[in-house]
């Protein structure tokens, strides 16, 4: 229903698109959001100059905003080539996204109109163009360049979304920044600007196929699979067998038709069963080689034949036990990628190479039970329920929501909501939305909206380095962080490894067996120096094998 009243007894607590944070329950803020959202119409008009993969790109604008604002038209009917989501043309894809969550009752009175391509279209509100590597931005439409994936352009409607939303919420606490003129992001270094042609077109790393196994198939996993399915194996793109890739997914749950189709932006609604086992398949569709792993990490570490993994490793895992089975796998190497709220990063990590490696963010210096005592206070759980949450990565029953409920910190009306997820997304205040946070005590009232560009951009980082890796161009120098509430800075940085001497990357054995799958580390921090370790320490042997 459309909200337009200030009376927070009328607020639809089951929308989608907002979480309501804090101990309120109802909240003005939730009333003001929810209106704004739902009197928008974005008309996208569509340059003459936007091909094939443009028109993928495009499908995954038009699928975002059509999950936030009240409704979303396009300006010509665009028939679509093949895509993750299966449907023949652009407005097709708004329809079945307006199936997730409760439509408006009365048209939206403000209109925005955002511009993809420039060829034949008039001045809009937002302008969407670029490339393959780089994302164009502006308030007049900006061209689209040729392109065989198109993967700037995804990352330019994700930025676009995100101006919308600073249109449509800015007044109401969103976090951002308005664009007031052009912008370009170079994919190729992650640095405002674009991509020197020259730079386009390397040597190629091997004419083999490249191992990449996805970690994690959530709203990040599913946004990464998508993305490099219609990067590198759609009929239409002329790139040849040089993209050949074999895939494992791994993920042990399985797909919540009633919330994961709305906050996955890679899903269209109606999935069910495991999650990789669902992706696999559709990655078969597209012809792509893939292996479906329904368990953990560590399972799948432990079942393969061979210790390490000679290939690339992409995690979106965010506990503290997967992320240290995720480091266990000694792969090559892992692309990290983390989200919250609307800042993300992804990391490139080698194992002990004097730089972060996947578990370094996760060393905590505090005692297990400090680290329990702080969870306790922030959930409202008993310390001793919280230390069996956390080592044995167990799931949240009804009786532990039940004391979150009775401590204030979720809402009666979410009760059901989570029960069956585990400890960190209760801990977690947010992921993937932006806080629209009013004056007053702190978190009190606040309102938590629904960010699926967040997820897709990462995605899009993700696919970004898998391609350039099969083209033999300069990969990631290590760690780029991006907060979509405004634009971009462009911060690359190489961040030096835990320095307590816990993390796992200082255990000799890990180390040794490092050098002996995939030899000394070529890549170290400045000082090289590792120290605290032996090599030639002997004992235990990895997962697999």
Known sequence: MTITSTDTSVTDRNDPRLRLLGTLSHTEQSVAALAALDDVRVVIEVGKEAGAAHTCSLIA???????LVG?????RVIPAPGNWW??????????VVQRLWPRPATAPKRQLRVTVGARGVS????GVGGGDWTAGLGVAPVALDPASHALGVHAAACLAVGQVLNRVLGNLGYPGLILDGPYALDLLTHRPGRSAPAAVGGQLVSPGAL???VAGVGSVGTSTLALLAMAIAT???????????RVTAIDADDLDPNHNPFRYP??????????AVWATGRLREFGIVADAAPHGVAQWAVARDRPGFDGLLISSVDTVSGRLDVADVLARETLSLGVSGLALHAQRERFADGLRCPFCDYVCADPPATQAQVYAEVTGLPVARILQLLHHDTRLTDTDVGFAVTAGRVPPHRRTDVVGYRLADLVREAYAEAALRPAGPAGEGAVAVAAPHVSWFAGVLAAVEVVKQLDGLPLLDRRVDVDLGGLPPGVVRRVLADATGRCVCRSAVRRRWTKQLYGAPADRAQDGSLGGADDTCSGEQPAGG
């Open 61 to 67: 604008l038009s699928g975002l905003l059509a999950r």
């Open 235 to 245: 009929p239409h793109r002329a790139v040849g067998d040089r993209r050949s890739v």
């Open 86 to 95: 299966g449907v023949g043309t652009v407005g097709e894809i708004v329809e």
């Open 123 to 126: 001045a809009g509100d937002v």
């Open 211 to 213: 191992e990449v196994a």
């Open 266 to 275: 890679a899903l269209r609604g109606g999935e069910l069963g495991n999650k």
């Open 71 to 75: 409704d979303v038209s396009i300006s």
